[in-house]
């Protein structure tokens, strides 16, 4: 090896030792995101309605509201997680999320036909929360539900759209 | 592939040729800081388009952001660090360059154009490093970049419409953190980057100038281009080595408009903020503006300067700058108030971002305070109970003091005058109790069983006594101390009296049974006005009284 080229091809790995000692700390920093969740809390069951004010079978939509919740460096108090449908059955009460399963669309009761109805792409859904008609690739979306002292308590949860099965997001 | 690329682009002949590039009398270490300054500005652009990432400038989501960056984001405190020092090193090697170029007469025709282009490349670094050190929106920003815009305000003609424009108004808030971070992470790259680029085409121009007429000339690789990235190889390692020694920059306490903080700006601003000092009242506009524009314009001038007179111009400047620099030092070192001032800034950083990890309150900066557990029960005795109570300094006397409620101190005091202002004299219905009689070692030994009941360390014996003598005194007429029997005349059952439990059920419902049944008077403190966590946490601030240190 001349001279040259060995001055050269310690030019490159000089700078590449620079490149490397700055991109291994840069490359772990930015994903950090992709390792640790940044957005937690609310996920226990929370008091959203006392079940003598849900009417029996007719579906009622109620917002989920967590008394605290953490999103990256910001504690919050009373925030807004997302909607459900309570469904009274007797003394038994279904939670489905007002997430459309398809595509992420907020899913609205329609009265006339008895059904759930996407807005976006017409998927409708029985009041069990079933698919009947449509693009949805799985049922709405239940939620946990807990019955304690005649009061409604639901543990909210986002899961994966566009996917037959129901993941955790 | 680099084939096919190299065919439509002509990179490897572009980089061939710069190789090429002859340096006048051979390699030398002293062409070296050119290199480096780019080097660590790439590394300041690399570094601050990943703190982009997690940073938010807003007044309530700076502080928490950069805190957020700092402890929980994985190396944050690295990436910041090499940031911050990254600003430091740009200033070194500035002055390294500046000095190099004035030696080697780098400045003087046909390069006077560069030399220019490289005093608005100075300016513009200065300006990078006094945007970016508001942006955390600690205090030490906040009242180092006030001091900053107060003097630019000074400006003649313009001064107050430009502090006006830069700061996004007349008072700091979120205009000012946006206009901040848009200067520095848009407009100064950007204008800086523009500049660079004519720099380095201008020096390619005219070459590197040699410090003496030389022959022989080397092409730029390898040899130049080795000793260029051993250089910045250098420089990376002591950023890293300063980082990893300090664990990365510090990020102080929240700005805090009402705190008095004794503001010092980075080291680079040190010799300004001295030389301010010699120039009070209506001078100091002269020192803050004027004496910087001195020296600007002596440097514009210098391409008609003699080497030898631009050189003692350039050590002048930085001799003077390293002087004011340890007058600055040496003055602190001797403001005993600077140094006690700089311990509660330092305490106060670190308890918060030990409470940052709770998580800020969206009212953001010092809120995260409220996540103090002592400030926040603080705050509920002042919210709930100082209307009434005194507890260390704070609240009105119209019910008993509870600044050391039932020590032993405060028990001997109050069983001879239970009826004082401090205790009971105010109320309207709690008067029935009289002063006791025993006095000296009976009463000492009456005091022992009445703070025995909340226990605690208690000498066994003079209990047994004050039993006895609470008893032979007919304390127990009103009193009960079962636990069980309601008092006479609203007369509280003592028994756990200065437990936990005891305060805590005082303060939910002062009119239960065992304590002043229907002669009481404070209000009822129920889970609708106070929390457990809170009850809980108010009876520990008041029991802590009982033993005080």
Same mark, same amino acid.
């Given at each position: 090896?001349?001279?040259?080229?060995?001055?050269?091809?310690?030019?490159?790995?000089?700078?590449?030792?620079?490149?490397?000692?700055?991109a291994?700390?840069?490359?772990?920093?930015?994903?950090?995101?992709?390792?640790?969740?940044?957005?937690?809390?609310?996920?226990?069951?929370?008091?959203?309605?006392?079940?003598?004010?849900?009417?029996?079978?007719?579906?009622?939509?109620?917002?989920v509201?967590?008394?605290?919740?953490?999103?990256?460096?910001?504690?919050?108090?009373?925030?807004?997680?997302?909607?459900?449908?309570?469904?009274?059955?007797?003394?038994?009460?279904?939670?489905?999320?007002?997430?459309?399963?398809?595509?992420?669309?907020?899913?609205?009761?329609?009265?006339?036909?008895?059904?759930?109805?996407?807005?976006?792409?017409?998927?409708?859904?029985?009041?069990?929360?079933?698919?009947?008609?449509?693009?949805?690739?799985?049922?709405?979306?239940?939620l946990?539900?807990?019955?304690?002292?005649?009061?409604?308590?639901?543990?909210?949860?986002?899961?994966?759209?566009?996917?037959?099965?129901?993941?955790?997001? | 592939?680099?084939?096919?690329?190299?065919?439509?682009?002509?990179?490897?002949?572009?980089?061939?040729?710069?190789?090429?590039?002859?340096?006048?009398?051979?390699?030398?270490?002293? /062409?070296?800081?050119?290199?480096?300054?780019?080097?660590?500005?790439?590394?300041?652009?690399v570094?601050?388009?990943?703190?982009?990432?997690?940073?938010a400038?807003?007044?309530?989501?700076?502080?928490?952001?950069?805190?957020?960056?700092?402890?929980?984001?994985?190396l944050?405190?690295?990436?910041?660090?090499?940031?911050?020092?990254?600003?430091?090193?740009?200033?070194v090697?500035?002055?390294?360059?500046?000095?190099?170029?004035?030696?080697w007469?780098?400045?003087?025709?046909?390069?006077?154009?560069?030399?220019?282009?490289?005093?608005?490349?100075?300016?513009?670094?200065?300006a990078?490093?006094?945007?970016?050190?508001? =942006?955390?929106?600690?205090?030490?920003?906040?009242?180092?970049?006030?001091?900053?815009?107060?003097?630019?305000?000074?400006?003649?003609?313009?001064?107050?419409?430009?502090?006006?424009?830069?700061?996004?108004?007349?008072?700091?808030?979120?205009?000012?953190? %946006?206009?901040?971070?848009?200067?520095?992470?848009?407009?100064?790259?950007?204008?800086?980057?523009?500049?660079?680029?004519?720099?380095?085409?201008?020096?390619?121009?005219?070459?590197v100038?040699?410090l003496?007429?030389?022959?022989?000339?080397?092409?730029?690789?390898?040899?130049?281009?080795?000793?260029?990235?051993?250089?910045?190889?250098?420089?990376?390692?002591?950023?890293?080595?300063?980082?990893?020694?300090?664990?990365?920059?510090p990020?102080?306490?929240?700005?805090?408009?009402?705190?008095? /903080?004794?503001?010092?700006?980075?080291?680079?601003?040190?010799?300004?903020?001295?030389?301010?000092?010699?120039?009070?009242?209506?001078?100091?506009?002269?020192?803050? =503006?004027?004496?910087?524009?001195?020296?600007?314009?002596?440097?514009?001038?210098?391409?008609?300067?003699?080497?030898?007179?631009?050189?003692?111009?350039?050590l002048?400047?930085?001799?003077?700058?390293?002087?004011?620099? =340890?007058?600055?030092?040496?003055?602190?070192?001797?403001?005993?108030?600077?140094?006690?001032?700089?311990?509660?800034?330092?305490?106060?950083?670190?308890?918060?971002?030990?409470?940052?990890?709770?998580?800020?309150?969206?009212?953001?900066?010092?809120?995260?305070?409220?996540?103090?557990?002592?400030?926040?029960?603080r705050?509920?005795?002042? %919210?709930?109970?100082?209307?009434?109570?005194?507890?260390?300094?704070v609240?009105?006397?119209?019910?008993? =003091?509870?600044?050391?409620?039932?020590?032993?101190?405060?028990?001997?005091?109050?069983?001879?005058?239970?009826?004082?202002?401090?205790?009971?004299?105010?109320?309207?219905?709690?008067?029935?109790?009289?002063?006791?009689?025993?006095v000296?070692?009976?009463?000492?030994?009456?005091?022992?069983?009445?703070?025995?009941?909340?226990?605690?360390?208690?000498?066994?014996?003079?209990?047994?006594?004050?039993?006895?003598?609470?008893?032979?005194?007919?304390?127990?007429?009103?009193?009960?101390?079962?636990?069980?029997?309601?008092?006479?005349?609203?007369?509280?059952?003592?028994?756990?009296?200065?437990?936990?439990?005891?305060?805590?059920?005082?303060?939910?419902?002062?009119?239960?049974?065992?304590?002043?049944?229907?002669?009481?008077?404070?209000?009822?403190?129920?889970?609708?006005?106070?929390?457990?966590?809170?009850?809980?946490?108010?009876?520990?601030?008041?029991?802590?009284?009982?033993?005080?240190?």
């Amino acid at each position: 090896m001349t001279r040259r080229r060995l001055l050269g091809a310690l030019v490159g790995a000089v700078a590449t030792a620079i490149g490397v000692a700055l991109a291994v700390p840069a490359m772990a920093f930015l994903s950090y995101p992709a390792r640790r969740r940044t957005v937690y809390g609310g996920g226990e069951p929370i008091d959203v309605a006392s079940l003598a004010s849900l009417p029996d079978g007719k579906p009622v939509r109620i917002v989920v509201t967590a008394p605290e919740r953490r999103d990256a460096w910001t504690r919050f108090t009373h925030v807004t997680l997302g909607g459900c449908w309570l469904v009274r059955d007797g003394g038994d009460v279904r939670a489905l999320s007002t997430v459309c399963p398809h595509a992420g669309c907020a899913v609205d009761w329609d009265a006339p036909t008895g059904a759930f109805v996407c807005p976006c792409h017409d998927s409708r859904f029985s009041t069990t929360g079933e698919r009947l008609s449509g693009p949805s690739p799985r049922p709405m979306d239940a939620l946990a539900v807990e019955l304690h002292g005649g009061r409604v308590r639901v543990a909210w949860q986002r899961f994966k759209t566009a996917s037959v099965k129901k993941e955790p997001v | 592939m680099l084939k096919w690329l190299d065919e439509r682009t002509g990179w490897s002949s572009a980089l061939v040729r710069l190789g090429q590039t002859p340096v006048p009398g051979g390699a030398r270490w002293s /062409y070296v800081f050119g290199s480096a300054l780019a080097l660590t500005f790439l590394v300041q652009a690399v570094t601050g388009l990943l703190l982009a990432n997690f940073y938010a400038p807003s007044s309530t989501t700076a502080w928490a952001s950069v805190a957020y960056l700092q402890r929980e984001v994985t190396l944050g405190w690295l990436i910041r660090g090499l940031h911050s020092s990254g600003a430091s090193m740009m200033v070194v090697l500035v002055a390294l360059h500046l000095l190099q170029v004035v030696v080697w007469g780098a400045y003087r025709a046909p390069r006077e154009v560069n030399w220019w282009l490289g005093l608005v490349l100075m300016a513009l670094v200065f300006a990078f490093a006094l945007t970016g050190y508001l =942006l955390p929106w600690d205090q030490k920003g906040f009242w180092a970049t006030q001091v900053a815009t107060s003097l630019l305000g000074e400006t003649p003609l313009v001064g107050d419409w430009l502090r006006r424009v830069i700061q996004g108004g007349g008072d700091y808030g979120n205009l000012t953190l %946006t206009h901040f971070y848009a200067l520095h992470t848009i407009l100064l790259p950007g204008t800086l980057t523009v500049f660079v680029v004519v720099h380095v085409r201008l020096m390619r121009r005219h070459g590197v100038t040699p410090l003496r007429a030389s022959g022989d000339s080397q092409p730029f690789w390898p040899h130049q281009a080795l000793r260029d990235v051993t250089a910045m190889a250098i420089v990376v390692a002591i950023m890293f080595f300063s980082v990893l020694r300090t664990h990365g920059a510090p990020l102080e306490a929240p700005a805090d408009p009402s705190s008095a /903080y004794d503001a010092r700006p980075e080291w680079y601003f040190v010799p300004l903020f001295q030389l301010l000092k010699y120039f009070p009242g209506r001078l100091e506009s002269i020192g803050a =503006l004027g004496v910087p524009s001195l020296i600007g314009a002596v440097l514009f001038a210098l391409p008609r300067f003699s080497r030898r007179a631009a050189a003692a111009v350039v050590l002048t400047i930085l001799g003077g700058a390293a002087g004011l620099s =340890l007058l600055a030092h040496r003055d602190d070192a001797r403001n005993e108030g600077y140094r006690r001032g700089r311990a509660r800034a330092d305490a106060d950083a670190k308890r918060a971002l030990e409470l940052a990890a709770l998580g800020v309150p969206p009212a953001g900066g010092t809120a995260v305070f409220d996540n103090d557990p002592e400030r926040r029960v603080r705050q509920s005795f002042e %919210t709930r109970c100082a209307g009434c109570h005194v507890l260390d300094g704070v609240g009105e006397e119209r019910a008993p =003091l509870l600044t050391g409620w039932s020590s032993r101190a405060w028990l001997t005091d109050f069983l001879k005058q239970p009826d004082a202002a401090k205790y009971f004299g105010k109320t309207k219905k709690l008067h029935g109790m009289k002063p006791v009689k025993p006095v000296g070692d009976e009463l000492n030994a009456l005091v022992e069983w009445i703070f025995a009941q909340g226990g605690g360390d208690v000498d066994a014996a003079l209990v047994a006594r004050g039993e006895t003598i609470w008893t032979r005194e007919s304390c127990d007429d009103c009193h009960s101390a079962d636990g069980k029997s309601e008092g006479v005349s609203g007369a509280p059952n003592l028994a756990g009296r200065g437990t936990l439990a005891w305060i805590e059920g005082l303060i939910r419902d002062g009119g239960g049974p065992l304590y002043f049944s229907d002669h009481n008077e404070m209000p009822r403190f129920g889970a609708d006005k106070l929390s457990d966590e809170d009850v809980a946490a108010l009876a520990r601030l008041i029991a802590a009284g009982r033993t005080p240190k």
